[in-house]
Each structure stands twice: as C-alpha cells, then as structure tokens.
Nanobody, 127 residues
C-alpha cells in the first residue's frame, strides 16, 4: 500500500530554518502531484505548497512565499520543503500528500483532492 513518511520537523528559533522530507513508497504509478499542508492547534488544515510531477510547476500559500521552497526527486520518490526565516506562526503539524492519476503536469491546493497522506511531523518555532 502507499505510504508517505515525513521527517525533518523539530524545534527551531524565530528566523531559523528546517528542511522537511516526505518519502513515498508502495506504488508504481507515475505522474503524481505532491503537496505540503499544515495544521495548527484549533485551526483548519491549510495548504503550504504543492508541486507537479515534473517539478516545473509549483505553488505556495501567500504566507510562505519567498521563505519556503518545495522540490522533489522522482528517482527517490521524495518531496522536500525547505523552510527559511521561520516564524512562530509557522508552528504546526506538517503533512505531505500525494495525488495520482493526473492528466497533466499540474498540482492542487485543495486537501480533498489528494489521495494519500503522511502521518505528519511537528514544527515548532519559538519566539
């Protein structure tokens, strides 16, 4: 079965950096989009960034533009989220998600579009 395993979360100070990884396994399909989402206590899950199969097409939430970078290595079935200049408002559980069966090189911002989810990794930014 498809598995997504996130890693790289932790505690960091305001202005610090972290790199999240999400390793996907248990499938043979290609042309899948990946997304990073986050959920803070008492808040709804929100999109952070998403990336198409080729990696050429990417999108970001306004709150992270210029600070976060999503990338992927299809040979390793892994997607990354480089997070720089972290702020206390970035504190949340971060989830990666996979959407397969795409007809084009696109991605989605809507959580409901994704087929598989990881278990999440905690990111805490102290002020």
């Amino acid at each position: 079965q498809v598995q997504l395993v996130e890693s790289g979360g932790g505690l960091v100070q305001d202005g610090g950096s972290l790199r999240l990884s999400c390793a996907a396994s248990g499938f043979t399909f290609r042309n899948y989009a990946m997304g990073w989402f986050r959920q803070a206590p008492g808040k709804e899950r929100e999109v952070v960034a998403a990336i198409s199969w080729s990696g050429v097409n990417t999108g970001y939430a306004d709150s992270v533009k210029g600070r976060f970078t999503i990338s992927r290595d299809n040979a390793k079935n892994t997607v990354y989220l480089q997070m720089n200049n972290l702020k206390p408002d970035d504190t949340a559980v971060y989830y990666c998600a996979l959407k397969y069966g795409l007809l084009g090189d696109n991605y989605y911002y809507t959580a409901g579009r994704y087929d598989y989810w990881g278990q999440g990794t905690q990111v805490t930014v102290s002020s």
